[in-house]
């Protein structure tokens, strides 16, 4: 049956066409136009590749969180993981892991209540990591500043979240064990924000940049402006730190979650064809500008050197393996939610069928090549 759409498929890309060609083609056109006006380059700096050994006595945690939703007739069954990675550089290490599930009534918020939910356990798992193994550098996949962003909910999973971020932070500041968060954020225009506000640039170019993430323009740079890189086995670069949110952001954040700090925030790229990661701290409001930009090169440092694997994914590896190890695989919630829906039916009879039954797309035989 596929084949009958065929020709309007073929119709609306012939028509698509030409107006994707001129939106690329109007962005080609001023890219270096863009850079020079934007002062990136003022931002950027070269990174040695460091030699894992110069880090050997450093201890890392690494966290991060998976989830699996199964959607029924009237609930929702959940299965959430988390992993906490603690070992020394370049040696093996150990995990903390914890797990949960269960059923939500099915409506709006569910999802979101399964995602707070996912973060809750993530940040316990990491907090449990910092005061037990105290390492010197807790790295959570994901960024801490957006996760201080999140618009109230009035759910009790959203104050749950709330809560666990807080100690978290707190715990990490008490111990001594730098909170770091690393996300391969390719839709985040932070950095741009800046350099715009920063430089004042002209109207036509800001439009332009808000066409493009901060990724995709720290790509650009590096194509246009570092020529030599595209011959180099090894690129590794960074920005200088920044502060993507106003007094007034920081204001509303503190009102709202009671956290009192400053996300200083950067980005480095580990190697030559893995993304731009967005990367941000904690800092307290008396640090200067001299001390952010000091930690943040030594932070970017060490997540170069733990992105140098044999693949060049270009991503820390301890966050590789928490996230490996806590994926919820599609076949483990179908099971969960089967174990659940027998077990409801052998305590309740049919009386809950309507609620802890499969949806009918999900009992509808295959589709038909």
């Not at 800046?194 to 993430?213: A, D, G, P, Q, V």
């Not at 180099?232 to 007094?247: G, H, N, R, W, Y």
């Not at 809950?352 to 499969?358: F, Q, T």
Request: glycine share 6%.
């Amino acid at each position: 049956m596929a084949e009958n759409y065929y020709p309007i498929w073929s119709r609306r890309i012939e028509e698509k066409r030409g107006e994707i060609d001129r939106f690329v083609r109007s962005i080609n056109s001023n890219i270096d136009k863009i850079l020079d006006e934007s002062e990136l380059g003022e931002l950027i700096y070269a990174l040695d590749v460091e030699n894992i050994l110069k880090f050997k006595k450093t201890t890392l945690g690494a966290v991060d969180g998976g989830e699996g939703i199964q959607e029924l007739t009237g609930v929702a069954v959940y299965l959430i993981r988390a992993s906490g990675l603690y070992s020394k550089v370049g040696s093996g290490g150990e995990f903390l892991r914890d797990l949960d599930l269960g059923v939500f009534p099915l409506d709006r918020q569910t999802k979101a209540k399964v995602q707070f939910k996912r973060a809750t356990i993530e940040f316990e798992v990491a907090r449990r990591l910092a005061m037990e193994k105290k390492p010197d550098y807790l790295l959570m996949d994901g960024s801490l500043l957006v996760a201080t962003e999140i618009d109230p909910i009035h759910i009790n999973e959203y104050r749950l979240y709330i809560a666990a971020l807080r100690a978290l932070i707190e715990s990490c500041a008490r111990s001594g064990v730098r909170l770091v968060g690393v996300s391969e954020d390719s839709a985040s225009r932070g950095l741009i924000n800046f350099l715009k506000e920063r430089n004042h640039t002209s109207h036509s170019i800001n439009k332009l940049m808000s066409s493009l993430t901060d990724s995709s323009l720290i790509q650009f740079f590096v194509q246009r402006k570092m020529p030599s890189a595209g011959k180099k086995k090894d690129v590794s670069i960074a920005t200088e730190a920044f502060l993507p949110v106003s007094d007034k952001g920081r204001d509303w954040i503190k009102k709202n979650t009671g956290i009192d700090k400053l996300f200083s925030t950067f980005y480095v790229q580990a190697t030559k064809f893995g993304k731009s990661l967005r990367v941000d701290f904690p800092a307290d409001a008396d640090w200067d500008d001299k001390k952010i930009q000091k930690e943040s090169k030594t932070i970017a440092t060490l997540l170069v050197a733990m992105s140098q694997t044999p693949r060049r994914y270009g991503y820390p590896f301890p966050l590789f393996m928490a996230h490996q190890d806590a994926e919820v695989p599609r076949k483990l919630i179908e099971q969960t939610s089967l174990l659940i829906e027998k077990q409801i039916f052998k305590t309740w009879s049919g009386e809950y069928v309507s609620m802890y039954s499969k949806k009918r797309r999900d009992s509808r035989p295959a589709d038909f090549d």
